[in-house]
Structures are given as C-alpha cells and as structure tokens.
C-alpha cells in the first residue's frame, strides 16, 4: 500500500516549498518540502505556510489535513538558522539603529512569524501532524498548532529554541501549557533543550499515536483521516472551532458560543442524512462545505 | 455485599427517571433509572435532572453524591434521538419560520439543555460520576460536569455526536479542554465518534479508577464516597468551589478568591473538631451544612 | 558523590530555617532546615521564604535553584499547627470581635500566607522541587508552585487539608487544576486526603521523576540543574516568564506578550554566543543576568 | 393622554406584586405594585420579579419593555429591611450555628437574591427602567441591570447600602464600574450615600433621558419604545445580546461571537423586509420572536 | 489656508477607492474616495481599506494619520447595500444550500469584512476620525475603530443597521461598550437607530472635538496631528499599543504587559533627545520607526 | 477654619518625603512634602509612598485617606528627571551590557515602581487624591490609582512622559482606559501632552469635584472625608474591595466574588448597628477595622 498521496491539487502547485496532495477524498495532504535541509524553515516557507492553510482553510474539497514533512530524515529541523541570520529575527534589524528601534524591529519580525502558525490552528479543518526522525524548534511550534499528533518511535523532538540563546517566540510557550501535559515534565524538556523520543511524547500526552516507521505513520493517520473525512463537516468543524474558542475560556463563555454557533449549526441537513444513515445501516453523504 | 443502596430518599421520591436513595450516612445515590431505553435521555429526563442535582446542593443530609446508570447495560446511551426528533434542539422548530428564527428557537434550547449539565457542575457537593456499559454522547457531557470519574474496564464510551452530524453542546466541547487530558487524544476521538474504553480512559486522566464489573465499581466508589463524607462538609464543598472558580481564571484570581471565601470558613468548628480528633486518635463529627 | 551542596551562599547566612548553599557554578541549593519537625513551617518560615526566594530572584550569580528539605524524614509535614494555633490563620483572630472583623482578619492573613508562595512562582529562575518522604499539606502547595518536581518513589504526598477541617488556601487549589493533571485524580486525593507516592504522582503527571532514594534525587536533579544553568539564562528566565503569563491566559494574549518581550532579548549577545558556539562545538559562555 | 397602560396581559395577572400590561403594540409596561410601601421589596417581590422577566424574555408578544414603580412616591425604596429581618440576607441565619455555616448560608442568600436581578440583564428584550420619586439601595441594583435608564427632574437616587452597614450585593458593585460612568462619581455617591438627583445622573451618563414630571418620563419613553418596538426584533435582540456579551470580553472575543450570532441572523426574513420597506418607504412588519 | 493636504504619497497611489496625500511632515490624510455615493462602502473599499491600514502602520514617513470622507456630504452613507445585495453578507450566499451552509459562508463573510476594520485598530500610528455630514452605519464602526474622533457640529451621526433588520456586525457593538460612553445612551440609539449631531457625541464623549465646518473641522485636526507628529514616534507608538491592549484587560496584565514593552523602548535615543531638548528648549528631532 | 490638618500620626513620623496626619478622626492626611520641587518624585519618595500606604491599608484609626502635595505650587511634577536620570528607569542600566540585559533591568525598575502605585490601589481604605497647581506625569498615575478625584480649578494637568520620549508605564495606560473617561478625549491629552486645566476634568469625569482654591478644595474633600469615616468601616472597605476586584473582570465573576465576600460581612456586628441607629435617628459608633 502506498501511504503517500499522488494526485497533487492544482489549487496549491505553485507553492514551492510545500507539496499538496489528495490522499483521499476530502483528505489533504500537506508535505514540507525541502527535504535536502530536513525541511528547515526559511522566510519563503513561512509565507507560503500561510498561504497553504489560508487556502486550506475554505476549500471545499478538503475535510482533513495531514501535515508532514517530506524524505527520510525528518519532519523538520526548525528554524535555517543560516538562512535566518541576514533577515531572520535572529539577525540584527538595522546597524546603527538605536536600541528601541532594533526591538520595534524585531517585535514586528515575531508577530509576522507568529501568523503563519495561526494559521495552522485557524484552518477550519483539523489538521493532523505527523512527526518522524528530526522534529525540533520551530517543528514543536507547529506541531502544537494542530488538533491531533502522531510520531514515529524514533523521532527526535527538541524544544531547541534555548540552545540558540532564545526563548520559543512562535507558539510553544502560549500553546503548550493547555494540552493538557503534564507542566513539570514540559518546562524540564524546554529549559534543557533535551531531545526525546516519541513513547515519551506519548506517556504525557503531546502525542496520541506513535508508529514504527514512517510509512507506518502516514498510513495510520490515513486511515483515521478517511474516517474523519467521512463525517459531516459542519460537525467536524464546528468541532474544532468551539473546542478551540472554549480551551481559552471560561466554562461559561464556551457555552455560550456553543449555543450562539449551534443555532444555525443543528439546523443542518447533515443531520437529518447523518440520522437516516445510522437507521438505514447505510454511509451518508454531505454536501460541500 | 450489596453495593447497591436500599433506602429512598423521601424527597426525591417524586422523581420518575431518577432514583434517589442513600447509600450510607451522608452519601446519597443518583440512578438514571430508565434502563429499558438504556437510561436514553428525553425531554422529562433533563428537566428532572437539574431538579434533581438543585435539591442535592442544598440537601444538608447529603455531602457527596454517587451517579451511576440503572440496570446492566449501560451509564446512558445519549440523547434519545426518536423522543427528541419532535420536539428537541435537533427537530425542527418550527415549520415555515424563517432561518433567524429558527436558529433562535434552537439557541434557546441549547441552553436550556445546558442547564441541567450546569446543575451538576454547580452542586456545592462532590460528584463521583460511575460509567459502566455504554457511555455515549451526552453521557460524556455529564461525566465531565463531575468531579471524579471511575469506570468499568469494559465501558464504551463515545463521544458520538459527530455520528449524528452535530457538534455536541452541551459541555463536552467546553469542558473537556481542561480537564488535564492530552488534547491530542481528545480531538481523536470527538471527530472520528470512536468508541473508548476503560484502561485508555484511565490512561489519558478521563477517569481515575477502574473496575472489573459494575458491582466492584459501585462498591470501590462506595468507600471513597463514605471517606469524603466522614470528613469537614465545609472542607470537602469549599474545596470544590475554590478548584471550580479557580480552574478558569488566572492563578491570581483563585487566590483573591480563597482568600475571600476562607475568611468565614477557616474560623468553622469543624476545624478545631478536626484538630482535636487528629490529636485524641477519635473520629469526628461535623454539623450539617 | 557528594550531591550536597557545601558552600553557603554569603548573603543568605542570616536566615534561620533555610540553609542556601551553592550546589555547582549558578546552581543555589535551597534547604527548608528544621529536620527536627519534619519541616513543618511556622511564621518565621513563611517571612522567611518569601526574602529567600525574592533575593535569589534578582541574584546574578545563581540561573536554577533546587529547593528541598532538609534531613531523612521529609520535605515538609507541612503547617506546624501546634505554632499556628495561637496565631496563624487557623487561630482565632481575636476573641470577642464580631464575626466580620474576625474574617476581615483570617482574610488578611491568608494573603499574607500565600505571598511568600508566590514569590517562589514569581522568582525569574526555574525552581526544581524535590520531594521525599514527608510531602504534606502547604508542602503540595509550595510544590505546585514551581516549575519542576522530582521526587524518591517512597515520597508520600497528601493534599492533608481537608482532614484539619480547611480547604488549602495557599495555592493548591488555585494552580493545580493547570499543570496537566487529571482533574478526576486530583479532586479525589483532595477531597479524601489520601496519601500517594511518587509512582502514582509521576503517572499523573504532577511529577516528572522518581529517584530510588534522596540521594539519588538530589543528584539526578542536579545533573538537569547544571545543564539548564549552562544555557542562556537570557533564554532560559524568559521561557520561565512567558509560559507562566501564557499558561493563564488566551493563546492569542500569550503570543502578543512573548512578541512584546522578546523584542529585547532576540537582541541577546547570548543569541551569537550560543550559536558560534553551536557551530565551533564550544562551551558558550553568558554574561550573568 | 394616558401613559400608564390600561390592559393587563393575562398570563402575567397571577403576580401579585407586579402589574404587567400592554402599553402598546409589543411594548410591555412592567410596575412595581406596592406603592402603599414605595415598592420597597420583599422576598415575594424578588421571586416575582425573576418570573416576571424570564417569561418576558421569551413572550413573542413582546418587544421591549418599559420598567417602573407604581404610584406617586418612587420607583422603589429598595429593600424592605423590615420584613427582610427574619429571613433575610442581613438576618441571622440560624442562631447557635457556627459561623462559617452562617456566613455559607448567606452567600447562598446572596447567590438567590442575585438571580432575579440577572434575569433582567438577562431578558432578551431592550428593557428601559423608568425612576421617579425614591429610588433608593436594590432600585439602583435593578437600574443598573436595565439597558437604558430614564429619571425625572425630582428622583432622589442613593447607593443606600453603606447606611445599613453593607456593601451592595445584588448588583450595582458589580455593573456600574462598566456603564460608561465616571469612577470617581460612583465611588463618592457609594461611599458616602450621598442622595443625588436627575439632572447629576444625566450629566455623569446614569441616566440618559431626564423629564420633568412622573408623567412625561412615561409617556416620552413609550415613544421611544414604541419606536424600538417598530424594528426588527431579530436585530434588536441581537444587538442587546451581542452588547451584554462584548461588554465583558476583550474586542477580539467580541467580534468572534457576534460572527457566530449573526451567521443565522442576517439570513432573516426582517433584512428583506426592512430594506424594501427602506425603498418603498413602508412601514414593515416583522414575523414574531 | 487650505487644510486639504495636496501631496499624494507614491506608495499608495493604486487604491482606487482612498486618496492618501501628506497634509504636513508625518501626518498622512487618507480620505474615503467615493464622494459620488457619500462615501458608501461596497466590496473592494473594505478590501482597499485593510491594505491602507495595513501599509501605513509600517510606514516609516508616517507618524499620525487624518482619516475622512472626501466631498461636502458625509464621511460615509455605510454599507452600499446595492451593491452588496448581490454579493455581500446582506446577500444569500448560495441559493439552495441548506441553512448551516448558508450561515456558515455569513459568518466567514462577517470575518472577512470585521478584519479591515481591525486593520484601523491595529495600525501602529494613532488614527484621527474626521466626521461630517452622513456618518451612518459602518461609518460608525470605522470611527469607534479610531484612537480619536472630532466631528462637525451638524453631522448626523446613525447606528443604522437595525433599520435595515441586522445587528450592526463589523465592530460598533464589540468596541462602542468600552470607549466610556454612557450605555444608557448608546443602546437608546443603537436600538432606535436614532441620527444625533456633534453636540450629543461630544456630550458623551463618543467625540472629542466639535467643529463648525468641515474646513475647521480639518484645520484643527491637522494642529493637532502635527503637534503628534512632532513627538517622539517610540513613545506615541507605544502609548497607543500599551492603551489599547490595558483597556481590554485586568489592570494586573496592562502593567506586566507595559513593563516587558517598555524594557526596550526606555532605553530609545529619544529618550536624550527629547530630555536635551527639553533643557535647551529646542524642538527635538527623532530617528524613523 | 483650618483645613489642613496638625495632628502628626506617630506611625508616619519617621517618613521624610510623606506627612501624614490626622484630618479628623479617622481621617488620615498624606501630603506629598517635597514642596520646593514642587513634590517632584525620586527614588526615596516611591519607596516612602509604598510603605505609608502599606501602613495605612491595615491601621486600625483610618478609614478615608485624603492625599494631597504640600506648598502652593502644586500636586506633583512628577518624576524628578534629574534625580532620576543617574539610577531610575529612564537611566542607562549599566554600560556596556547587552542589549537584553539592560532592557531586563529596565523591565524590572518599571515593575519596582509601578509597586508603590499599586499599593495606592490595594489599600484597603478610600483614598481620595487632591490635585492643585502643577499635576504633571507620575501625578496622574497616582491620581487614577486613587478612589476618587478632586481638584482646584486652575489645576494643571499634564500627561507629560511622551514628551520626555516615554509611554507612560507606572498606572496611567493600564488603569484610566477604564475609569469611564472619554477614550477619544484621553487619547487626545496623552499623545500630544496637552496641559488641561480643573473643569475639562471634570466634564469628562476624571475627577468629580472643582474647588476654587487650595483651600477650599481641603476643607470640601475633609468634609466628604468626615462622612465617610463616620459609616461602617466593614460596608465602606468592602465597597472598595468589590468595585475594584468587578472593574477588571465580568459581571458574572463579579457577583461571585460579592457573594463569597459578603457571606461573613454581612453578619459583622455594623448592620445591627447601622439600623437601629437608623431606626432611633442616632449616630452609629463601629468597632475598628
């Protein structure tokens, strides 16, 4: 069996850095691709990160993502620090410039960088992320930008960011502390940069699969992806959003936005299909969304 | 042994889908008590439920509650679709009304489905909600309103709204984010409607014990229930209020609270009658509350 | 091996119940030092706590602290009631007062109580606790407000509140339901007191390790503590600082927090340390903060 | 003319200390009914007065509501200390019980009396509080919870609760710091219980109409309300509860929930019905809500 | 004096629908384009809109920004609903499509729309709103978008929306209840859709300033904005952001969050500059931000 | 009569920079005492003013604060730049230090005297600051961390730190947002510095009353000051305490916080007091707080 899709969507040829596929109907999936690097990010790959989930977002073809990085040797190696070093937010803003400047630099530098990984947690669909061999830096702050993750045994994650003298400024710090994992553990793994494997992601939680191979991967999260595919997407992604608006907020406000959300929600024709099909033993259809 | 208590509850006798007895001194027992339809839920059932859990809170021969299903087959198969398709928040409101108002009418009845979930969650008194069998959709949106979830090893639960193409609204989605569970795991299983059971409940954090069969469920939650209930009632129902306010709201804000809160209850008799049993070896007492 | 601290650290000689010493270059070793009573805090020690852990906050030349208790029996029995009775918060304020006056004072004394435990949260190094032996009551509360806990797997915790009649009021209640743990677990050793040990807390995820003995405690978590103290303490304080803003608050305020912040420290001479280092294999060495 | 409406609307006649008639099309006039006392409350009165406007808020007769005390003296002189003193919130709540159970009883107390002043925020109709005469204590807790406020020249108001040795409980600490009102007013008429007239409230923004007799305050408020009542309800409705809800949340929260709100509402019939009225220069008429 | 500014920038001679001049060294004048139709907004307005915004907050030549309606009869009639009635969130998204799907494509619609208007808050440079004439619905939504607004005396101001059956939708009701204005008044004309001139917004406070004409009005904000203008861009910039972030949150995160910001943007050179010239009494000049 | 009162309170006698007294009884006066630099701030005096309002919060014999600055000249000048410009924020932190390292120091000085502002506002007691003459910079940030504000009519305030090159970090930004001031009208005086004198004060609603002297403006607020001390310290400190906790946080959390507080304050021994005082038409006398 061939995990790995090969009906690239038209809509998305032109990106080039990522590939996008159809795995299956209804299902995406997105490939890192620059696999030569393992997959480090540079300013193009940012942008065109983006762009991918923006488009993603309200395709009407796509339910379900899967994101993973392309080739052998890992998901992604995060940051290209020496591509970085001249543009990056690593790098100095302006010589010459008084301090206050440089700082107004970079703040802005940070917040464009933060917006292609909202992105990622913005996407309407639910996005599953599949970490195998390097996963380390910026691959943790996209990884806990999506709803679901799964690795391979042997991947290596590294909250990378203390080695280069920086505190994660793209995500981890703000999403991490709401995954529900275990806060003693997380702090120990970011304040020492050390790598680990993916049975122990697995033990706290940060993933929810772990696969013996890559190949392993893919098709286990293909199968899962179909069967999400296959359900109504107005409940799939109204899922998401009103968990993602609640895990913020109070009980009360999450309840409230659900009633607000769901009034035109439960009003879908996908649950009268939804329900004829559990009566009738047979597998509904819905329309697009 | 019979885990099972014997004795109603006069003021709950009423009640015609719950029973209501007291399991020992202090602990009283809620039965969903439909268990032809699986304790299916319908309109009479949410209504008394809130009545139910309003009445408890108050109840001064009550400080903490058991809450299991009726009968072999399950804790409660979910909203009873076939009751509910007349008149509930999935049917349609009302024929010939315009999309507003429609979608208004389902609002409404979402929070009024709500309420009765809240009444769980707002009960001054410990919940130890007690799945067996099937646990299915709004069977989830109950259990997290609880404060401590133990299972039978072969419950299935599911979080099956999806299969009905509607995301659920009556807590899950708003609770279930902060309940210490990998959010990984959480969304898996809310967009694939896969059914769960109990060793992976326990090892995710859902619930905190598992059982061989119903009958060692009910008598193991049993002794824990009687443990809470020998202890200060102002102690174990101020403990519930603090961690209740506090798990939504930044940790500055639980600590004005507590200490607002604590100003009246830390000067209680049941801390010197504490005290003095610690010091004499005796078992104490505390007056109703 | 030696993992003992030896030197003491001048400027904390003056204090009466902790012994600060330096375990290894900008690692400070905190000792709650009164072995005789388990540990258990009375007045002097709270004052006392908090001017520790203020002083070591702005200390240049200590980046991690490792906080433990002094002597074989435990970290801390927590409360010395026998020295609260006559005057801590569990006394009576004073006699013949009406009753607002005296919860006016109980309240007073409850923020009193609860700021030297802040300071060990708002201390700007990583606090790693370890725990052994006796681990109860305000010990729980101490604990879960730093940001790493180890322990020996013969520890034995207890949430013991509720059995001196009181709902804890110094932190517990306000940051337990964040770290990651199951809320089932954690309201059902709460509300029973019941005691528990390091295997059961490291499943849950309150604590990240379990060491055979105190010895090896202390030098397992010594190792990690040289290692984060090799890093940038530019690096490492601001993940300290942002995580803690962020775990209590919207991703959306986390991300606009850490973009403000780091503003200033991407421009860290660390950041070019840490990576010539990285690239010439080197040690980096970092300015003190 | 007649301001004061003439027929009384059946379903609300069982009230006996509310008088609830129809002042105009969809313009329901709501009294205080205990002029003999200057409508000062008792517990009948709060327990009415949540059922009063619970039913409003959903009787599609209805489309805004104008909000007064009968007879000449005052809208009302607040808490009927009196008859509050057996059972009240400031009574004692069961002599010889220790005080922590007194002080739970009256936070339940509180809780209760709080209720029925939330159903009015609550009500999903516009609600317009009409004060003249005294209007004293509760009456501003009630003001405060209306949407807009009226007065005559003459109304004496006072936050009256400092004078009974108390701090206002059911409202007014909690809603007037977010009316748009001047902080360091509001705090010198609370602290001092100061009695304040029409033409001050209006200049701080309390009130935003003033008249110069009972009787003109209730004939200019049912044009406004009879002009209210001419709007869609959809919009109306929709905007007091995106108002209420935006109020308390920061902007970005504001707007996601208004989004979700108005999916379903701006599909409404009224939208075409409003606009082609709009070009015909009709009046148009709005199904019922 | 011709307050008309008459210096086009390059960089934004491509929008079609605003005209953006210099009016004076760092003062930019951004003028709604569409005389011929009162300013009315349709689709590529709002989109033209974002991108002004968007462009100007990074403009280093931009320190202020005037922000009006171009012709003698209005800032702008609001919402071209003719030309939205085809397409826009007024519209019926697919004919045929069942009521989820419709609502679904509502609320990306009224996201789509909200994000230009949030381009005004989120400029970095403070945004003056000059109001004349027809001010009516999205107008509206535009100006509570603003740091500052000054209007003519004789504009005639209308939150129009429920005129036309909507809740207004793109920022009035989300921003309105925050800019300390009376709420008692702004629901009188929210609900009513009431016109009110200069006088009764300055009156309130919805504006600060009130001119006799629109020359005045123009002159007098250009004073003003070059008097901006001269200051330090750091310190205005940063005013702007610690304001609008404080306003939405507890008073405890507005300062955590200005003391991490201004831990740079102390240290500017325009902190010598300004104090030198201070001393001196000379005018200060400051770097480009 | 003499205003100004001469009674020095032996608690506060050892302060340099603050003379405090006692107005009335029960009435504390705090006058800033640096008039021969128009009570400019430096380092002593924050530390000072941190200590005496710390004192003040739990000293039994006050009840009201009046605060005001000594000489004719004025409240403050605020900062004193050249006291500060060797160690204070505004200072170079220390040569030849990194970039982060100094913004570190700078944040943590912001912090430091942002500390001495707060204590302003958690002081349990009304404070109620009177302003004159020069009130420039830091004296608005005292000013809106106060209760209540008055002033004379040639006042002159000025929120001067943006043209000293700054954003105003010590109270200003984070708390006059919400004061129910004009946000147009404050944005206008912050960015362009803007001198305004006592009446534009107060119709905007910054400060609530207008003296025409010195004098007057002391004698006025001690009689204000007189009526509050003369009422129940628990109903007068609980005000404060709920209207404080409420301004920053929902409605909802409001209420909650009100009920739990009142719980024990409503028993206090000043209702009984108040209403038979009430009753008999004689003036209460409370016990102290």
Sequence with gaps: ????????????????????????????????????????????????????????????DVRVILFSGAGPRGFSAGLDVASESTSGPVGTPTAGQDFARQAWAVRRHALLYQEPVNAIERCEKPVICLLHGVAFGAAIDFAVACDIRHCTRDVRFCVREIDVGLAPDVGTLSRLPKLGVSHSWAKSVIYSARV?????????????????????????????????????????????????FSKDRPVSDGLLYTAAWNGAMVLSDDVKSAMMSGLKKTKPTFAKL
């Excluded at 995406?28 to 923006?54: C, G, S």
């Excluded at 697995?202 to 999260?221: M, P, Y």
Aim: glycine letters at 2%; proline letters at 6%; aromatic letters at 10%.
């Design 1 to 60: 069996m061939a995990p790995v899709s090969t009906t690239p969507l038209a809509a998305y040829e032109r990106f080039t850095m990522f590939r996008v596929t159809l795995a299956a109907p209804f299902v995406a999936h997105v490939e890192i691709n620059r696999p030569e690097k393992i997959n480090a990010f540079n300013n193009v790959m940012f942008r065109e990160m983006a762009e991918v989930f923006n488009l993603l977002s309200y395709d009407p």
């Design 196 to 244: 680990f494997g993916g049975e122990e992601a697995q033990r706290v939680g940060l993933v929810s699969e772990v696969a013996e191979s890559k190949d392993n991967l893919l098709s286990d999260a293909l199968t899962l992806a179909k069967d999400i595919a296959s359900k109504s997407p107005v409940a799939v992604q109204s899922s998401k959003a009103l968990w993602d």
